[in-house]
């Protein structure tokens, strides 16, 4: 079975790029605290399959769906049945996905874009805590802030109990 597990020396550079259908939103935020280069078909305003398909080709990724027929239509697809997003880390784990958090964040819980550390100097956001008293890394794209706090250790128990 092919390992799908993030490259772990560099998180950044996920050796799997995935694209999840508009079913699997909250699986996408599991995905990307786990390292993994996962598009959320919505992020990109796509609804229609052969809009997905279209994306999954074109940028070589791993198409994730609950729908048998599109799965079907992929050229490389995994099918999920369970509409629980634990359940479905449960089914990705046994298709052979590594599923343990990255070292760093990696990837932006909320559009996928590349974190980067955040200078022990540089302001943070209010919601945020000091990058001089916490590892803060920020999203590229979008500006997020991330910090290893409760919403860490949750998913990390999450994983944990897979």
């Not at 799965?71 to 298709?95: F, I, Y």
């Not at 599923?99 to 919601?127: F, I, K, M, Q, S």
């Not at 590892?135 to 250790?153: E, L």
């Given at each position: 079975?092919?390992?799908?597990?993030?490259?772990?020396?560099?998180?950044?550079?996920?050796?799997?790029r995935?694209?999840?259908d508009?079913?699997?939103?909250?699986?996408?935020?599991?995905?990307?605290?786990?390292?993994y280069?996962?598009?959320?078909?919505?992020?990109?305003?796509?609804?229609?399959?052969?809009?997905i398909?279209?994306?999954?080709?074109?940028?070589?990724?791993?198409?994730?769906?609950?729908?048998?027929?599109?799965?079907?239509?992929?050229?490389?697809?995994?099918?999920l049945?369970?509409?629980?997003p634990?359940?479905q880390?449960r089914?990705?784990?046994?298709?052979g996905?590594?599923?343990?958090?990255?070292?760093r964040?990696?990837?932006?819980?909320?559009?996928n874009?590349?974190?980067?550390?955040?200078?022990?100097?540089?302001?943070?956001?209010?919601?945020?805590?000091?990058?001089?008293?916490?590892?803060?890394?920020?999203?590229?794209?979008?500006?997020?802030?991330?910090?290893?706090?409760?919403?860490?250790?949750d998913?990390?128990?999450t994983?944990?109990?897979?």
């Amino acid at each position: 079975m092919t390992d799908r597990s993030p490259d772990r020396d560099d998180p950044v550079h996920a050796r799997d790029r995935l694209v999840l259908d508009v079913m699997l939103g909250k699986l996408a935020t599991f995905l990307r605290m786990c390292g993994y280069d996962a598009v959320y078909a919505l992020d990109r305003e796509l609804e229609a399959d052969d809009r997905i398909l279209a994306l999954a080709r074109t940028e070589e990724r791993t198409l994730l769906t609950r729908d048998r027929e599109l799965a079907a239509r992929a050229d490389d697809s995994v099918l999920l049945s369970a509409p629980d997003p634990v359940e479905q880390l449960r089914e990705l784990r046994a298709a052979g996905f590594r599923l343990e958090l990255a070292a760093r964040p990696a990837r932006c819980g909320r559009c996928n874009g590349v974190a980067v550390a955040v200078d022990t100097d540089e302001p943070t956001p209010e919601y945020a805590p000091d990058a001089a008293e916490a590892d803060v890394w920020r999203c590229r794209d979008c500006g997020q802030c991330f910090w290893k706090g409760s919403h860490w250790d949750d998913v990390a128990e999450t994983l944990a109990d897979l």
